[in-house]
């Protein structure tokens, strides 16, 4: 499951004329049984990509619900170590995406971080703390091993950076659509949309906008311009309360076509 499977998978939902909708979710929250019972579920609700975040006690890109889904994962002992291994216990289908942050995968060891990312069927890696100049640190070891690189591109990037980072992108592109932290907004400034389609146009690998989106109505507009939507907060929260029937219609909802010309 390396690089190519993130593009085959894609692929295969955006031929069924479907938006293409990654939750985010973090891995421990409620233990790993739970773990393994959001992915399969996810899995069957037709989902391009799992994001998996790892728990991590300075989550600088992360807003309040899912700082506190970390900390809970965090009391019960969950690690990078041991989510690891836990996904090397059971066959999937759908792309696991792992965000974490660059301190874990320096503890655990690039290069072994990256081999055991192949070994379990990682198909690609989110570091939001490491920026492009930095790259170098984890880039050949991922090359290595097959995992796409995911990076992120903000709204505040120059031109010239956004170039660069869609040259560079594997697997996908995530377009950041908010300025600040994750987490639930009401609305999306109208600026997103021409961002989105610009970026559109730089990379020949999917676009993904994340960050404020929970509500399918407001992952149907971004769709409308992109590839499709990462969701993270509203997920969290609604698997946190236990409401896996609406976390189902809420990405059914989402990967539905939206009408572009009706937004504008």
């Not at 295969?12 to 891995?27: D, G, H, T």
């Not at 995406?97 to 989110?126: H, Q, R, W």
């Not at 020949?204 to 149907?220: E, H, I, W």
């Amino acid at each position: 499951m390396g690089k190519n499977y993130i593009a085959t998978y894609f692929a295969q939902k955006q031929a069924e004329n479907y938006n293409l909708f990654v939750p985010y979710i973090v891995a421990g929250d409620h233990g790993l049984d739970r773990l393994k019972e959001q992915i399969l579920f996810l899995e069957k609700c037709g989902v391009a990509a799992i994001e998996l975040g790892i728990p991590f006690s300075d989550p600088v890109a992360d807003g309040p619900t899912i700082q506190k889904a970390g900390l809970r994962a965090l009391q019960n002992g969950i690690s990078l170590r041991k989510i690891l291994d836990f996904l090397g216990t059971f066959k999937r289908e759908v792309p696991i995406i792992l965000m974490t942050y660059i301190n874990p995968i320096y503890a655990y060891g690039v290069d072994l971080f990256t081999k055991k990312c192949a070994e379990v069927g990682v198909s690609g890696v989110i570091i939001p703390d490491v920026p492009l100049e930095e790259e170098e640190i984890v880039a050949e070891a991922l090359e290595n091993n097959d995992i796409a690189f995911i990076r992120l591109v903000a709204l505040t990037s120059t031109r010239e950076r956004m170039k660069e980072i869609g040259k560079r992108a594997e697997g996908f592109l995530y377009a950041v659509s908010v300025t600040g932290t994750t987490g639930a907004r009401a609305t999306h400034q109208e600026r997103v949309y021409s961002y989105l389609e610009h970026l559109t146009s730089l990379t020949n690998v999917p676009v993904l906008a994340g960050f404020g989106v929970s509500t399918a109505k407001q992952a149907r507009e971004l769709s409308s311009f992109c590839d499709g939507v990462i969701v993270g907060s509203k997920i969290v929260e609604l698997f946190h309360e236990g409401r896996d029937t609406e976390v189902r219609r809420l990405i059914e909802e989402s990967m539905l076509k939206g009408n572009k010309n009706a937004i504008l």
